[in-house]
């Protein structure tokens, strides 16, 4: 029934070959076109004098370009979003996992109390080196 509905409204690739548009096949017909016809298309110039809505937009990506280009702590903030946008998933999924297991609480692994831990006497060396005056940086 398909196919021959298909068939009689002319839907086949077959019987949409006999019947040739006068439309533009492909980009190398346009380009043809335009070389025939006069060359390359001319850029369109705006004479008119700018309006307050113009003047606008030109203000907005000025002030993006600058606050994008000119502020050091933009790429700073972005990393911080993304670090902070990444815990918050793995919180989620560790809820979401908690909660299939029938668990009220988070499930506290080995290598957790061992990253903890390891982060502790990586903070106590740090600090060591600041109140000996071994930190460079901190001065």
Same mark, same amino acid.
């Given at each position: 029934?398909?196919?021959?509905?298909?068939? %009689?409204?002319? $839907? !086949?690739?077959?019987?949409?070959?006999? *019947?040739?548009?006068?439309?533009?096949?492909?980009? /190398?017909?346009?380009?043809?076109?335009?070389?025939?016809? /006069? /060359?390359?298309?001319p850029?369109?110039?705006?004479?008119?004098?700018?309006?307050?809505?113009?003047? *606008?937009?030109?203000?907005?990506?000025?002030y !993006?370009?600058?606050?994008?280009?000119?502020?050091?702590?933009?790429?700073?903030?972005?990393?911080?979003?993304?670090?902070?946008?990444?815990?918050? @998933?793995?919180?989620?999924?560790?809820? =979401?996992?908690?909660?299939?297991? /029938?668990? %009220?609480?988070i499930?506290?692994?080995?290598?957790?109390?061992?990253?903890? $831990?390891?982060?502790?006497?990586?903070? #106590?060396?740090? @600090? =060591? #080196?600041?109140? !000996?005056?071994?930190?460079?940086? $901190?001065?």
């Open positions: 029934m398909y196919d021959s509905l298909r068939k %009689s409204a002319k $839907f !086949t690739a077959a019987q949409n070959k006999e *019947v040739k548009s006068d439309f533009v096949d492909c980009i /190398g017909e346009m380009v043809a076109y335009c070389e025939k016809n /006069g /060359g390359q298309i850029r369109m110039k705006i004479d008119a004098p700018n309006d307050i809505v113009d003047k *606008v937009i030109m203000d907005l990506k000025e !993006t370009r600058s606050l994008i280009y000119d502020d050091k702590s933009l790429a700073q903030q972005i990393e911080n979003y993304i670090k902070q946008r990444e815990n918050a @998933d793995a919180m989620k999924k560790d809820r =979401e996992e908690a909660k299939e297991k /029938g668990y %009220s609480q499930e506290i692994k080995d290598r957790d109390y061992q990253a903890y $831990f390891e982060n502790i006497a990586k903070e #106590k060396e740090e @600090d =060591e #080196k600041i109140y !000996t005056g071994e930190d460079e940086d $901190f001065i």
